[in-house]
């Protein structure tokens, strides 16, 4: 087993038991993954300007519904502090407002 530093305390257990090369192997994929997906999205930003662009644009806001309506949403209106009601006034004056920069966008 490798000695880990503090900031890695919270990948998950297996990782940490994996052998040092297992480990780094998965973490630089990890920290590839942003860098590599800015480099494939400016290629095929100069490939293909409508389909292309409308499905990438598609592909992103999707993947933002599904965190916001299944993970963050849930678990933000089921603690128990008392503000739920100012929490889904917020949560709808912000999809008014999206809604209305879309008008202009």
Known sequence: MISTPKIFCRLPPV???ASSTKFWTVVSMFAAATPL???IGYAFSNVGHGSVSAAMSALASGTFLYVALNEVIPKELEHPDGHRLLKVGA???GFGLM???AIWA
């Open 37 to 39: 997906g800015i480099g």
């Open 15 to 17: 990782l940490l038991q």
């Open 91 to 93: 949560l709808l004056l």
């Open 99 to 101: 809604s209305l920069l």
